[in-house]
């Protein structure tokens, strides 16, 4: 079996290859001097990629990824129907940045997204796995909807998003096509 290791990982793996070969010299002959040299310059790398922070996918937050306005349209609901959504950051040993935001009134329901920005690569790589009844929406490097658990993920770049939904103004069988709206309006901010 198989297995591309992509991300932190993956240049982990690469940094630690690289400074085996160096110190093995590589199976090339070289001077003492040359190897020393490639050796010094190749820890200086590994170092300052190992120090290097991951890059954000996104500036935005999750209520910021996904707005009052985005809901309204989705479910056809009049403006200002929706309130301002609640932000928390949650972020996590994978993903410092990590937030998620609900929105939630008893007239028409609820929304939580959950955005991770940095690492959602690998958390959708994951998760798509996880869910048998996936349904492939087709947006960012790839979405899916899930009818059984009322999810759908969004992975685009470094980012992935997860919407959890709940509505009681929408009939049940209509919650893939508004979860599919939702998910474009955030791809469109990606």
Sequence with gaps: M????????GLGLTVAITMALAACGGGASQSTEASSAGSAASSSEASAAASAEPTQGTALNACELITPADIEAALELEPGTVAEGELEEVGTVLDPAETECTYQDEAWGGVILRLTPTDGVNLFDAVLGAYDDAESIDAG?????????????????????????????????????????????IEAKL
């Design 2 to 9: 198989s297995r591309t290791i992509t991300g932190r990982a």
């Design 141 to 185: 490097d790839g979405a899916f909807w899930s009818p059984d658990t009322n999810r759908a993920f969004i992975s685009k770049g470094s980012v992935t998003a997860m919407l959890q939904i709940g509505f009681v103004a929408v009939d049940s069988a209509e919650w893939g096509t508004v979860a599919e709206e939702l998910v474009h309006s």
